[in-house]
């Protein structure tokens, strides 16, 4: 059984950089795409963007200025760091696995349970 | 943008039909629509993915498709555990994929 679980500081300071990782078990990271995912109180769900298991990114234009991921594949984890964070950065981060097939990636279908951040002094 | 309806209300047994916009243009297949269902403090799941292929697991009441310009999630005959937040997401090109804004749908 696939199992994805995010991890890092539930509290950041305005300004600072909120650095998370996601732990992947039942599965290898490699020769896969995988993503973050946000969702703040009350709001919907916001695509950050993904990384291949080769280090290979796309981030969402609204993100790509704060954001970098990255991949070690030794530990069988993916992390998320996003820089200069600000109270609207608040939300709960998600982990997920993409599906694909045939070059194609259709869908996310394994996602973690989620990490809450606080961005607040 | 990708923008769907922010609720729906459904009778128990009903039929309901969300659908999911794109500001740019008409969606089609090339966009790979998914629908994910979501209940509170849960993480997403995924209903449907290519526009109308349904995930393992579930129930064949739950429907994609590309009406006219939008993707649609049907749901025929509602279910009461069906109460949940929908997402449509996305993909707009570039290796780029948004999600709607959610439609929570409330069965009663």
């Known amino acids: 059984q696939v199992q994805l679980q995010e991890s890092g500081p539930g509290l950041v300071k305005p300004s600072e950089t909120l650095s998370l990782t996601c732990s992947v078990s039942?599965?290898?990271?490699?020769?896969?795409?995988w993503s973050w995912i946000r969702q703040p109180p009350g709001g919907g769900l916001e695509w950050i963007g993904y990384?291949?298991?080769?280090?290979?990114?796309n981030y969402s234009p609204s993100l790509k200025s704060r954001v970098i991921m990255s991949v070690d594949t030794s530990k069988n984890q993916f992390s998320l760091k996003l820089n200069s964070v600000v109270a609207a950065d608040t939300a709960v981060y998600y982990c997920?696995?993409?599906?694909?097939?045939?070059?194609?990636?259709?869908?996310?279908?394994?996602w973690g349970r989620g990490t809450t951040v606080t961005v607040s002094s | 943008v990708v923008t769907q309806e922010p609720s729906f209300s459904v009778s128990p047994g009903g039929t309901v039909t969300l659908t999911c916009a794109l500001s740019?243009?008409?969606?089609?297949?090339?966009?790979?629509p998914n629908w994910y269902q979501q209940t509170p403090g849960q993480a997403p799941r995924t209903l449907i993915y290519?526009?109308?292929t349904r995930s393992s697991g579930v129930p064949g009441r739950f429907s994609g498709s590309i009406l006219g310009d939008k993707a649609a999630l049907t749901i025929t005959g509602a279910q009461a555990d069906d109460e949940s937040d929908y997402y449509c997401?996305?993909?707009?090109?570039?290796?780029?994929?948004?999600f709607g804004g959610g439609t929570k749908v409330t069965v009663l």
């Open positions: 990384i291949y298991y080769s280090g290979s990114t």
């Open positions: 290519n526009t109308n």
């Open positions: 997920a696995r993409w599906f694909c097939a045939n070059d194609i990636c259709y869908h996310l279908d394994v």
């Open positions: 997401m996305l993909y707009i090109g570039s290796g780029i994929r948004v």
């Open positions: 039942g599965d290898s990271i490699s020769n896969q795409y």
């Open positions: 740019s243009g008409s969606v089609s297949r090339g966009h790979y």
